[in-house]
């Protein structure tokens, strides 16, 4: 069965960094598109980024751009975030997930989250 489990959740001071994990498992990891998406307290969910299934190409919400990256570890089956210069608004419960496949774009697993709270 697919799991997604996600890691990393802390604690951090405004301009700190942190570095998020995905476990993946129940699936072929290397075939698919990945994803993070995020969402803050009281908020809807927001796209933050995309990698392909290689790692050579990847995607991120202006919001983010310039200061998140995310990357893979096919061998580990393990989805990155490193998320630098981290801002209050940066706040959230951050989820992984993975594309369908197909043609598209869609989500159809997702993990529990991990919570990132950025905080003086």
């Known amino acids: 069965q697919v799991q997604l489990v996600e890691s990393g959740e802390g604690l951090v001071q405004p301009g700190g960094s942190l570095r998020l994990s995905c476990a993946a498992s129940?699936?072929?990891?290397?075939?698919?598109?990945m994803y993070w998406v995020r969402q803050a307290p009281g908020k809807g969910l927001e796209w933050v980024s995309a990698?392909?299934?290689?790692?050579?190409?990847?995607y991120y919400a202006d919001s983010v751009n310039g200061r998140f990256t995310i990357s893979r570890d096919s061998p580990k089956n393990t989805l990155y975030l490193q998320m630098n210069s981290l801002k209050f608004e940066d706040t959230a419960v951050y989820y992984c997930?993975?594309?369908?496949?197909?043609?598209?774009?869609?989500?159809?697993?997702w993990g529990k989250g991990t919570l990132v709270t950025v905080s003086s």
């Open positions: 997930s993975k594309d369908r496949g197909g043609t598209g774009y869609s989500m159809d697993y």
């Open positions: 129940g699936f072929t990891f290397s075939t698919y598109w």
């Open positions: 990698i392909n299934t290689g790692g050579g190409s990847t």
